[in-house]
């Protein structure tokens, strides 16, 4: 963990990171907005701007990606969930890193853990998400960023034809629903809106 933990704070040295910003900001139509219990801004744009912190909505729900409880122990689920709303809950909040490639990584905000398929499932199903603590070399923590206009493909390295999907999209959405990286559909079930905080 130690290692993991050393070799996450170079890669983030390179990586834009997010700071508190003072004063006070236009909050009127979501242009920017400061999140006052931890002073991060977002900017109410779509789309990946490069390294960050991010918050990632599932484009058919509008749910956010969350580290169950924000644990930290390897193997907790990653499911999508309602946003914290005033409050900041850094299990909703991820770091993409850039790990060169074409590929990145990304980190949970309040654990450090990485947002990781499942190993060893056979080709063609879906993997579940967890956040791991498993090297950033590791296929099944790293991803390839594709852009549709505003929304994002987040593409498995471990499973070349899977994408981050979340489970039963033709069900009833709902909270503590689990993310996977599932096989590519091209539909927008398979899209996520990103919202950038610095």
Request: charge should be negative.
């Given at each position: 963990m130690q290692l993991l933990q050393f070799v996450i704070s170079l890669l983030l040295c390179s990586a834009?990171?997010?700071?508190?910003?003072?004063?006070?900001?236009?909050?009127?139509?979501?242009?920017?907005?400061?999140?006052?219990s931890s002073g991060l801004v977002s900017r109410e744009s779509s789309g990946y701007q490069g390294p960050g912190v991010?918050?990632?909505?599932?484009?058919?729900?509008?749910?956010?990606?969350?580290?169950?409880?924000?644990?930290?122990?390897?193997?907790?689920p990653i499911n999508q969930w309602g946003s914290s709303g005033p409050y900041y809950n850094a299990h909703?909040?991820?770091q993409i890193a850039d790990v060169g490639?074409?590929?990145?990584?990304?980190?949970?905000?309040?654990?450090g853990t990485l947002f990781s398929a499942a190993s060893s499932v056979p080709n063609g199903q879906a993997a579940n998400c967890t956040g791991q603590a498993y090297p950033p070399w590791e296929p099944e923590s790293r991803w390839?960023?594709?852009?549709?206009?505003?929304?994002?493909?987040f593409k498995s390295?471990?499973?070349?034809?899977?994408?981050?999907?979340?489970?039963?999209?033709?069900?009833?959405?709902?909270?503590?629903?689990?993310?996977?990286a599932a096989p590519r559909s091209g539909t927008k079930d398979q899209q996520w809106v990103l919202q950038l905080h610095v």
């Open positions: 834009a990171t997010a700071i508190p910003v003072a004063g006070s900001l236009n909050d009127d139509y979501g242009v920017t907005r400061r999140d006052e991010y918050t990632l909505a599932y484009h058919a729900t509008n749910l956010r990606a969350d580290l169950y409880l924000g644990g930290s122990a390897p193997g907790t909703q909040y991820w490639q074409g590929q990145v990584i990304i980190i949970n905000n309040g654990t390839i960023v594709e852009t549709q206009g505003n929304y994002v493909i390295v471990a499973y070349p034809n899977n994408v981050m999907d979340v489970l039963n999209p033709e069900q009833p959405y709902g909270q503590n629903t689990p993310v996977q």
